[in-house]
Structure formats: C-alpha cells, structure tokens
C-alpha cells in the first residue's frame, strides 16, 4: 500500500471516507450527509491484512447470527 492521502465518494449518498495512508494503515474519517443536509463525521482507522474485525480474541459469550439470506 502506497502511502498518501485516501478520498473515496459513496454514489448516490454523497457521503465520503478521507485518510492519510502511512505504513499499511489509514487514519481519518467518514463523513455522512444526514437528513436535512448535516454532516455528521465519524472517526474511522484500519490496518492492512487484519483478518478480525474488532476484538482479535473473541469473548467466549457471544451469540452466533447468521447474515441476512442465508
């Protein structure tokens, strides 16, 4: 992953992702276009070749869901 500056927009929301990419991670936001039209900005992170996505080791008590349509 090349590092430098990340701006991505969704189509037909006009909301957008923004990050500084620097040793495999990107760092910034994501801006979403609320009714009205605020904005509301949320911070966002990730790490290149993570294969979890938010606790690496899961707690023994969670529920099994399976994914909508299946």
Do not use: C, I
């Amino acid at each position: 992953m090349a590092e430098g500056h990340l701006t991505a927009t969704m189509p037909g929301y006009e909301n957008t992702l923004t990050a500084e990419v620097r040793g495999g991670k990107l760092t910034g936001e994501v801006s979403l276009l609320r009714a009205g039209g605020e904005r509301q900005a949320l911070p966002f992170r990730a790490v290149a070749g993570k294969t979890w996505r938010f606790f690496e080791t899961p707690a023994t008590d969670n529920a099994d869901v399976p994914a909508a349509g299946r």
